[in-house]
Nanobody, 123 residues
Framework: QVQLEESGGGLVQAGASLRLSCAASERILSAYVMAWFRQAPGKEREFIATIDGNGASTYYANSVKGRFTISRDNSKNTGYLQMNSLKPEDTAVYYC????????????????WGKGTLVTVSS
């Protein structure tokens, strides 16, 4: 059972940057595609970005393309989401997840989830 734990959330002003981390409990993270989702109050969980096992391929939702960067360091068993030019509408709980295919981008497709980290962007 892979356990994922997010960190790095917080309260920032619009235009600021944050880097979220996702640490995996076992040294098998490289076998999985890693994805980030977010869920704002009263809204459904939304796909943000995904990265394949060796970091060669990435895919982003249009809402974050050009502002967010997903990456991973398999030697540290950790994934990252660098978020720049944050906007108030980016306020949400951010979740990392793991699955077996970069083409899987629905919450129901994910095999493992972290518990989330809250990002609040003030205007």
């Amino acid at each position: 059972q892979v356990q994922l734990e997010e960190s790095g959330g917080g309260l920032v002003q619009a235009g600021a940057s944050l880097r979220l981390s996702c640490a995996a409990s076992e040294r098998i993270l490289s076998a999985y595609v890693m994805a980030w989702f977010r869920q704002a109050p009263g809204k459904e969980r939304e796909f943000i970005a995904t990265i394949d096992g060796n970091g060669a391929s990435t895919y982003y939702a249009n809402s974050v393309k050009g502002r967010f960067t997903i990456s991973r360091d398999n030697s540290k068993n950790t994934g990252y989401l660098q978020m720049n030019s944050l906007k108030p509408e980016d306020t949400a709980v951010y979740y990392c997840a793991a699955t077996d295919s970069i083409w899987r981008r629905e919450p129901s497709d994910m095999d493992y989830w972290g518990k989330g980290t809250l990002v609040t962007v003030s205007s």
